[in-house]
């Protein structure tokens, strides 16, 4: 399985930007998804999830009501709405599976989540 988070770029604070994660197989119609960011010299931090259903979302308390995760069923595709950018979103962003088929709770620690793409570069200018 391989993912693949796009979408990233340079904006403005106060900006938007739209990352999108795709997958080679169809692993998120059963595998929760979430996206992670991390800065050098820190962890990963939880941004937000979605589990495999659809139906629940959760977001991190640093970006609720500006970022947004979302799945396109058609297009095999799990998404992140980011508005309002400020600068300390600034990071690389990773989407990741869980390693869990059919989980009923959104995780939020990276070692729960075994399939990881390559980081998409979100920089926020002030």
């Known amino acids: 399985v391989q993912l693949q988070a796009s979408g990233g770029g340079l904006v403005q604070a106060g900006g938007s930007l739209r990352l999108s994660c795709t997958a080679s197989?169809?692993?998120?119609?059963?595998?929760?998804v979430a996206w992670f960011r991390q800065v050098p010299g820190k962890e990963h931090e939880f941004v937000a999830g979605?589990?495999?259903?659809?139906?629940?979302?959760d977001h991190a308390d640093s970006v609720k009501g500006r970022f947004t995760i979302s799945r396109d069923v058609v297009k095999n595709t799990v998404n992140l709405q980011m508005n309002s950018l400020r600068p300390e979103d600034t990071a690389d962003y990773y989407c990741?599976?869980?390693?869990?088929?059919?989980?009923?709770?959104?995780?939020?620690?990276?070692?729960?989540?075994?399939?990881w793409g390559r980081g998409t570069l979100v920089t926020v200018s002030s």
């Open positions: 197989t169809r692993i998120f119609d059963t595998r929760n």
């Open positions: 979605i589990i495999w259903t659809g139906g629940r979302t």
């Open positions: 990741a599976a869980d390693a869990q088929r059919n989980r009923n709770v959104i995780l939020t620690t990276p070692r729960a989540y075994e399939y």
